[in-house]
């Protein structure tokens, strides 16, 4: 089951995040609690769901799957969108989880946010979410070269977008 994570899922939100990032810290930009610590979603969870929302994916009461969706900050950049922090727990990978909260994440941006553009950023090494985004149906539109420093290695994103 897909829905709209809220106050009350906090601790399951932030366990599979801070499991996300120790699984694939080379993902994100920031660390745990640096960017990630327990506020950060209470500032999601306080959001207009037209501003940012976090979907999650239950299965038998846990949390297994999580997505963000952040609309622009700017006046001039309302009408996009960025997609953070798709995250499949492993023992639910393979089997449409991240395509259903892709899927929904979209359906709900489009709807609430009223958007005609959606962002993604995706780590060129990781192969099968840049497979889930053009199966969904993203364009690659350039590269950030260096765009993360893992300890002594630099990584290259992957930029994508979809027009809804």
């Known amino acids: 089951m897909i829905k709209y994570l809220a106050s009350d899922d906090k601790d399951e939100y932030l366990d599979l995040l801070k499991d996300s990032l ?82 929904e994440c979209i359906k709900n941006a489009k709807v609430t946010s009223r958007i005609k553009l959606i962002y993604a950023g995706i780590i060129e090494n990781s192969n099968s979410a840049h497979e889930l985004f053009e199966k969904v149906g993203f364009h690659e539109y350039g590269i950030k070269p260096r765009a993360f420093k893992n300890e002594n290695e630099y990584l290259t994103e992957s930029l994508m977008y979809l027009e809804i």
Do not use: C
């Not at 999601?44 to 929302?53: G, H, P, R, V």
């Open 22 to 103: 120790k699984m694939a810290p080379e993902s994100y930009a920031d660390t745990y609690p640096s960017r990630y610590g327990d506020n950060h979603f209470d500032k999601i969870a306080e959001s207009d769901i037209a501003e940012k929302f976090v979907l999650g994916f239950w299965e038998d009461e846990e949390l297994v799957g999580m997505i963000e969706f952040q609309r622009g900050e700017f006046t001039k950049t309302k009408h996009s969108g960025i997609i953070k922090n798709l995250f499949v727990h492993p023992g639910y990978r393979k089997k449409g989880v991240g395509k259903s909260l892709l899927f």
